[in-house]
């Protein structure tokens, strides 16, 4: 778990020793002092997919011709599949990771898992992981997969992880609930999960999927207890200094599925910024923060341009930028006020060098109704 910032500050430190070292380059940095800073610039992209299929809900879903289509642009660009455990593992280890690294993960066990994409990624041998929610399993929902079938793919190789037992809103704490019941209550439904799991599958299932990507501190702190790797809905890539309760996932489906976009993915870094205040962010309306919350970024020194720096909340475009004094330190709002729901501030900044890499940071904003009561969805 890596809540705490000293990791970074490691990072920072190596680079600073790695460049006192460079005129004789016969010295190392002091990595013993810094483990996760061997490879700071190791990275790699988690793509998160839903339904593939032509018959379910167009939001979540991908064709199983575009997704064809993807598999085939990931192998023929050159691009390695990983398992999200081998992405996790090198990077906690600060290991040596190739430049073309994705791995691919599916949320919620839909049934189109099995019948249009399992078939060729078996063929390709990829791995893949699949986040269960298994409420929907045990009552035997449609288009969930059945246990039976979940139990197949885990003998074949596939990865089965946790997605709650209620695929709830986990941060919203239901009328009258204190504190320490919302996290009763939380940690039962993530135990449940668990067991239910392994009595079905035999499967002791370490990866962590929020559902609808929503989670907090106090959720991240569970995930650290419990000892699982959280993934979020958020978008970005993967790296040492990443938050390993937290870690950004590309979604995949409806409007974001045509290969031009899949390549400035596929090529995405992460951006390590510390931001005030630190998110994700509950917006009620005790909060003093506003309509338009204001965030203040501080920016580690990376290889990319800032002054190519842009903002954008979801939903609403770009939003106002504004450098301020000390060096990588910058203050964003959004044009228009944050509505009822999820909003992401998205930031990018190009590679320095290489023409179409983007470093990317996503920051999570949830907003319920006025009467405190959580949106659907
Ligand atoms: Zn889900």
Redesign the pocket.
């Known amino acids: 778990m890596q809540i705490n910032p000293s990791p970074l500050l490691g990072w920072v430190v190596g680079l600073v020793m790695a460049f006192i070292a460079m005129p004789g380059c016969s010295e190392e940095p002091a990595l013993d002092a810094a483990p996760h800073s061997a490879h700071p610039e190791a990275h790699a992209v988690v793509l998160t997919y ?1 339904h593939v299929s032509a018959e379910t809900p167009a939001s979540t879903s991908i064709t199983p011709a575009q997704f064809e289509a993807q598999l085939d642009f990931i192998d023929t660009q050159g691009f390695e599949v990983w398992s999200l455990d081998e992405i996790v593992s090198a990077m906690q280890n600060g290991a040596a990771v190739p430049d073309n690294v994705v791995g691919i993960s599916f ?2 066990a839909f049934e189109s898992i099995l019948t249009n994409a399992h078939p060729h990624l078996q063929a390709r041998g990829w791995p893949y992981t699949v ?1 269960v ?1 298994s409420s929907d399993i045990d009552a035997g929902r449609k288009p969930y997969m059945s246990w039976a079938q979940l139990k197949q793919l885990a003998q074949q190789g596939v990865t089965l992880g946790n ?1 709650t037992h209620s ?1 709830g809103h986990l941060t919203a704490q239901q009328p009258g609930e204190n504190e320490a019941q919302w996290r009763q209550r939380v940690k039962d439904d993530i135990a449940t999960a668990q067991q239910r799991i392994e009595e079905q599958t035999g499967v002791d299932a370490h990866l962590f ?1 929020y ?2 990507g929503e989670y907090n501190h106090a959720l991240q702190a569970l995930i650290s207890e419990l000892d699982l790797i959280g993934f979020g809905q958020h978008s970005g890539a993967i790296g040492p200094l990443s938050d390993f309760t937290a870690l950004p996932r590309f979604p995949v489906g409806g409007n974001y599925t045509d290969l031009s976009r899949l390549r400035t993915t596929l090529e995405t870094r992460p951006l390590y910024v510390a931001a005030q205040p630190k998110g994700p962010l509950v917006l009620t309306p005790e909060s003093k923060l506003g309509a338009k919350p204001v965030l203040n970024l501080t920016i580690h020194p990376g290889p990319y341009n800032l002054a190519q720096l842009a903002c954008y909340a979801s939903g609403q475009g770009q939003m106002q930028l504004s450098k301020q004094q000390a060096a990588g330190t910058y203050r964003i709002q959004p044009k228009s006020a944050v509505q009822v729901g999820r909003t992401k501030y998205n930031c990018t900044a190009p590679h320095k060098t290489a023409a179409g890499v983007y470093y990317w940071w996503s920051y999570l904003i949830m907003k319920p109704h006025s009467d405190g009561s959580w949106y659907r969805g």
């Open positions: 839903h949320d919620d986040f929610s997605h695929h999927a559902p609808y």
